[in-house]
């Protein structure tokens, strides 16, 4: 019988549909011995079953990340929890490697969690008992990803989280390894050096669409940071079907408590109780490494447990009260170390007394700016948040890390400047100027039945005014044209007015009950927005974008959304005429007052402060 085979034919269909398919002649009969026969038949079936589950494996040709459903393991393997229970929990796909490599100071092994990012990034947070912070030692390509088939990439040192001291690396993922799943997580060695594999196999990386990634705790309750549960504004799980799990790593003991609140990416959950733990108290013995997660009970269903890279810190009090600033800055910032200079010295020039700053994992002279300003006198605080897309849960974390040190936040990005057409006469402002102070209610807070707990500033949207650079002379003197509808408004809040679920709409919070938002007209104040810069910096926005509402421009989703730019579609090429557009009112107010106040007589001519 003749079989005509084709490459995709797997060799058991070929055995099992021959007729005779080990013939042997007598001779061999009699040399062949059973057991001989039994290993080879146990190692051709072996080959032939894998060679076939291997071509059935999916072959990805998108560069999109297609991700799979999470593993789930029994949730009764968790200490503590109820043996009778049948519900399930998402297996935490911590990266248990063993591999000993030539590590990062010593010759002890690198132990690291991975988590799969957007864009194919690999993020690696190195564990505590691996190797301590090493920024000092950082330098250059270093380092290498180390993946299970061998591939390697270069691997980035991206920061140290502050709320756990834990270093960070980045590096991409091969385009071997995005063909085939599980996406399995890579190993950090220092480049050129050897290394030794041992068991176990590696595990799948974490997925960044759902995570438990920060927590914050405060006086009463702990506030966890978690990816992939409330998907959309407005539809949020009910806390009634979510509990807070702390686990002991040392002793996999677990401890659960109540979810107060659940909204966007935040969830408020009561403080543990760690005696069960060991501990004599709040803070004191704290030598254990305690991970939060979130516990999903949907009626009727199974439950689950969020995988995490999230600690709980237990609340101090502070030694020494700190006087606190009137009013602050924050945003959250990625590569603009060219525009933080003029935002910072405008800005600090009406009255902002200290910026805090959500670090979105920069890569260029960033940190150098901010200490060459921190030398200079300005007050600049940053927190390294490497979370991506994040904005909407870094804000909530910056009203809560903020709360000792400033009494007023004001949420603006740093293309954003506040003008207010009154301080076009004011030749050179004073520390004693009211500016934007004056915008602030005039009478003590607590003293109003309906006191204001935000003030709402409204946006002109700035075009390209027939820039093909970046001016570098600063945006406030390079972008003068702008659209006539004003567009959204930015917000300045009182911190302590702001609601129990810290829900915003990334420049604007709910406040309590009792509270009250003041807009203010445009003749009183409004925010210039430099929105749509020189194509060479559009782009780059258009790639990166930190906004909540459109997670990824070159999608359709949400195409109506005021973040994006009219006309110009889902994909980052430079429409015709980009420079003229965007254009209907000549605006030069804030640029000749910025002049008055900050260009300065030098060497080389005429320069403003912030280019000196």
């Not at 519900?87 to 990266?95: G, H």
């Not at 309750?221 to 799990?245: A, M, Y």
């Amino acid at each position: 019988m003749n079989i005509k085979k084709s490459p995709s034919t797997p060799l058991l269909r070929l055995l099992l549909i021959s007729p005779r398919p080990f013939e042997f002649s007598e001779t061999m009969r009699r040399k062949v011995s059973p057991a001989f026969l039994f290993l080879f038949l146990s190692v051709f079936l072996f080959a032939s079953f894998s060679l076939y589950f291997s071509s059935c494996n999916p072959i990805y040709a998108s560069t999109e990340i297609s991700f799979p459903s999470v593993n789930l393991t029994a949730i009764s393997k968790i200490p503590g929890y109820s043996s009778s229970s049948s519900s399930l929990a998402i297996k935490e796909d911590i990266n248990y490697l063993t591999r000993h490599v030539a590590s990062i100071q010593d010759s002890s092994g690198v132990k690291s969690v991975s988590v799969l990012l957007p864009d194919w990034e690999v993020l690696l947070i190195v564990l505590p008992e691996s190797t301590p912070p090493m920024t000092a030692s950082i330098s250059g390509n270093d380092f290498l990803c180390l993946y299970p088939n061998n591939e390697t990439s270069p691997a980035r040192f991206s920061g140290v989280l502050p709320s756990t001291n834990q270093t960070t690396f980045k590096c991409g993922l091969p385009k071997r390894n995005r063909r085939r799943l599980p996406f399995l997580s890579p190993v950090l060695i220092r480049s050129g050096e050897e290394f030794l594999v041992s068991s176990p196999p590696p595990e799948p990386m974490m997925r960044w669409t759902r995570l438990a990634y920060e927590s914050f705790t405060t006086e009463n309750d702990v506030v966890l940071f978690v990816k992939g549960l409330n998907h959309r504004q407005g539809i949020n799980l009910s806390p009634k079907e979510l509990t807070c799990v702390f686990i002991d790593e040392t002793s996999n003991n677990s401890v659960r408590t109540a979810v107060s609140s659940s909204i966007q990416e935040v969830f408020r959950c009561e403080r543990p109780d760690l005696t069960s733990f060991g501990y004599g108290g709040e803070g004191n013995g704290l030598n254990k490494r305690i991970k939060v997660s979130l516990e999903i009970r949907h009626q009727g269903e199974s439950s689950f447990m969020m995988p995490s890279v999230a600690y709980y810190i237990p609340w101090r009090k502070l030694e020494i009260e700190r006087p606190k600033s009137l009013l602050c800055a924050s945003t959250m910032v990625f590569d603009v170390a060219k525009f933080l200079r003029e935002w910072v010295m405008y800005h600090s020039k009406i009255g902002v007394e200290k910026f805090v700053l959500y670090d979105n994992d920069s890569d260029d002279d960033l940190m150098k700016v901010i200490k060459e300003l921190n030398q200079e006198g300005y007050n600049i605080e940053t927190f390294f948040w490497i979370w991506p897309k994040t904005q909407e849960a870094g804000f909530s974390h910056a009203s809560l890390y903020a709360k000792d040190s400033c009494t007023w936040m004001m949420y603006l990005d740093v293309d954003e400047f506040v003008f207010a057409p009154s301080w076009v006469t004011s030749l050179q402002p004073s520390p004693d100027d009211p500016m934007l102070r004056s915008l602030l209610p005039k009478t003590q807070w607590w003293s109003d039945p309906r006191p204001i707990g935000q003030v709402s500033i409204r946006c002109n949207e700035f075009g390209p005014s027939n820039q093909i650079t970046h001016p570098l002379e600063g945006v406030t003197q390079g972008y003068t044209c702008r659209r006539k509808e004003d567009n959204r408004h930015k917000s300045i809040v009182l911190l302590e007015a702001i609601e129990h679920s810290l829900l915003n709409a990334i420049h604007h919070f709910k406040l309590k009950e009792g509270y009250r938002t003041k807009p203010v007209s445009l003749e009183v104040a409004v925010v210039n927005h430099y929105k749509y810069q020189a194509w060479s910096e559009f782009k780059v926005k258009f790639r990166r974008r930190v906004s909540a509402y459109v997670v990824d421009w070159t999608k359709g989703l949400n195409p109506l959304s005021k973040d994006r730019a009219p006309g110009l579609g889902f994909e980052a090429v430079e429409p015709s005429g980009w420079e003229h557009k965007f254009c209907e009112v000549q605006d030069d107010r804030l640029k000749l007052l910025a002049q008055r106040w900050f260009e300065k007589q030098t060497m080389a001519g005429s320069k403003m402060a912030w280019q000196i």
